[in-house]
């Protein structure tokens, strides 16, 4: 429900274009990071560039929390980024197309010919998602070896009896198969490891210090481990990065990954005929990346997942922006401070959240249930009250709870959605991911 009314709000947003502001407001920017330290709503990193010169860094939480240290997390911690490692593989193999070593129309049964219908796979099927390769991560059985070191050979054998889920090419399904079979074709066609072929193909083209292939989470070397909250942070358990390869298996930091992005889109890895071939999408999947909306901009992208790291990495090419934030402990999502970053650096009206609550008893919500409608949103909200908690769903979509900040005040923080009542107009103000949209009771 959060992705569904987030994207349309995104979608839907217009209004004046208006560029990065001439003196990014870092003071607000801080204030975002520090209401998310302050509430143990978050820990993590985010760097923000302008053509290539970083421009805003900041740190929150700690990168290792245990019972006789707390290390504060800086702008040199180092994270699991997850799966936007697949923008790293997937620029390697155009590097390597454009050194004639592979064919994007090249089959996968000249690698792996026991992967099933490999005599039919292309690998250009592998990096959008249109192989039809079951994807392993789903699996039940995942959890249960997802710490133990893996060989290629075993790698090849868990994805191959996984079997196929559709035909190749018939239609796209993310994958974390495809990029890891991508990450060992790398490594067949160059005869080196993936880890080599990151460091000399990327890292050391753009003095990425920070970015290379993880392994057992080591702190004196400025990793972190990653935390979920359980009332305090908890540590989570680490997948052995064998396995994810070059699907996530990079570590890195925001810094080094939005001068990643920076090269990767000024021509400093690939040409821009093979730029252009990643950012094509096909059913909404590029080669290695997505295409990430905000409001009235198009950037490009991918976000992670591994443990409990999430990350995300977008560029916003007419800008020449780019973003990259990395978080070791989530409770409010990531893709709503985002949203809240990129209002503050676009100057975009945006109210830095909070996350007081107060109780209100069953007369106080009674004021508010009923059907509101706007003119500028094209969908109705029902309101609704159960028990002591008010509710709000948005035609097609399910109800959500809301919590009381105040009288007339309400928030979803999962969706970053601000609600305030004008009980005397009878009116409802929706306010998320920098839009405000009016809503007239009916």
Not at 249 to 265: N, Q, Y
Not at 402 to 411: G, H, I, N, R, V
């Amino acid at each position: 429900m959060k992705a569904l009314l987030l994207n349309l709000l995104v979608t839907i947003g217009l209004g004046v274009t208006s560029g990065v502001a001439q003196e990014v407001n870092s003071s607000k920017l801080d204030s975002l990071f520090e209401q998310l330290t302050i509430n143990d709503q978050a820990m993590g990193s985010v760097a923000i560039a302008t053509a290539g010169e970083v421009i805003y860094q900041k740190a929150i939480g700690y990168s290792v929390m245990n019972e006789t240290e707390k290390i504060p997390a800086s702008p040199m911690t180092k994270y699991r980024i997850g799966s936007v490692s697949k923008m790293f593989t997937a620029t390697m193999i155009f590097q390597l197309v454009e050194s004639k070593k592979i064919k994007l129309d090249e089959l996968l049964s000249t690698y792996f010919p026991s992967i099933p219908n490999a005599d039919r796979i292309k690998l250009r099927n592998l990096l959008n998602h249109r192989s039809g390769i079951h994807n392993f991560t789903n699996d039940e059985a995942y959890m249960t070896y997802n710490e133990v070191p893996k060989t290629q050979e075993e790698m090849v054998s868990i994805i191959a009896a996984a079997g196929s889920d559709f035909e190749p090419d018939a239609k796209a399904e993310y994958s974390n198969s495809n990029f890891v079979l991508l990450g060992y074709i790398i490594e067949s066609v160059t005869g080196k490891s993936y880890a080599d072929n990151l460091e000399k193909r990327i890292a050391s083209k753009l003095k990425l210090a920070d970015t290379y292939v993880g392994g057992k989470t080591n702190p004196k070397n400025k990793e972190a481990y990653s935390y979920v909250m359980m009332g305090a942070w908890i540590p989570y358990s680490e997948t052995d990065m064998s396995i994810p390869g070059g699907a996530g298996a990079v570590v890195s930091t925001p810094t080094d990954m939005v001068k990643f992005i920076d090269g990767l889109f000024s021509g400093k890895l690939v040409s821009q005929g093979s730029l252009d071939q990643m950012k094509t999408l096909t059913d909404n999947y590029g080669m290695g990346m997505f295409r990430i909306p905000f409001y009235e901009r198009s950037g490009y992208g991918h976000n992670g997942s591994i443990d409990a790291f999430t990350s995300s990495l977008a560029y916003f090419p007419e800008d020449k922006l780019a973003i990259a934030y990395c978080t070791n402990g989530q409770v409010y999502p990531m893709n709503e401070i985002i949203v809240g970053a990129l209002s503050i650096v676009f100057d975009r009206a945006y109210t830095i959240p909070t996350f007081i609550t107060i109780s209100l008893n069953a007369e106080e919500l009674d004021q508010y249930p009923g059907v509101y409608a706007s003119t500028t949103f094209p969908l109705k909200l029902t309101v609704t009250r159960e028990d002591s908690t008010l509710f709000i769903q948005a035609e097609g979509q399910m109800k959500i709870p809301l919590e009381a900040t105040a009288m007339d005040k309400f928030k979803f923080d999962p969706a970053g959605i601000l609600i305030d009542f004008n009980r005397t107009r009878n009116e409802l103000t929706l306010n998320q991911g920098g839009g405000t949209y009016v809503f007239t009771r009916q």
